[in-house]
C-alpha cells in the first residue's frame, strides 16, 4: 500500500496553441525585476540571453501584451524593466500559481487519508 511519506508533482501554465506562460518564464521575469537586467536574469537562470530574449517574446506574442522593457547598452548602460502590464501580470500569475498549488495539495491530502 501507498506509504504517506510522498509529495503530488504537477506543472501548471497558461497555454494558447503551446505554452504562453509558466514557470521558466515567471522565473525570468522575477530576476529582471530584481536585477533591471535580462543578461543577467538569463546568467542567473543558466540561460543564453537569446534564449531568455526569445523566450520573452514568444510570451509577449501569445500573451497579446509586453511584458519587458529594455534598453539597449551604451555609455550609459542599458537595462530591462518589466512593464506596468508584466509587474500587473507576474503578480496575477503568483497569486493564480499559489492558489492552485494549495488546492491541489489539499485534494492530495485528502485523497491521501482515504488510500491509506
Not at 47 to 63: H, N, P, V
Request: with cysteine.
Amino acid at each position: 500500500m501507498i506509504k504517506k511519506n510522498f509529495d503530488i508533482g504537477y506543472k501548471i501554465w497558461l497555454d494558447k496553441d503551446g505554452m504562453a506562460f509558466g514557470l521558466g518564464p515567471y522565473y525570468l521575469l522575477k530576476n529582471i525585476q530584481v536585477s533591471s537586467s535580462l543578461s543577467k536574469a538569463a546568467l542567473d537562470l543558466r540561460m543564453s540571453y537569446r534564449q531568455a530574449w526569445g523566450l520573452i517574446k514568444e510570451c509577449e506574442t501569445k500573451l497579446g501584451f509586453d511584458l519587458i522593457e529594455r534598453q539597449a547598452g551604451g555609455a550609459s548602460g542599458g537595462y530591462s524593466l518589466l512593464t506596468p502590464e508584466g509587474e500587473k501580470f507576474l503578480f496575477w500569475f503568483e497569486g493564480l500559481h499559489d492558489e492552485i498549488a494549495k488546492t491541489i495539495e489539499k485534494i492530495f491530502q485528502k485523497k491521501l487519508e482515504k488510500l491509506v
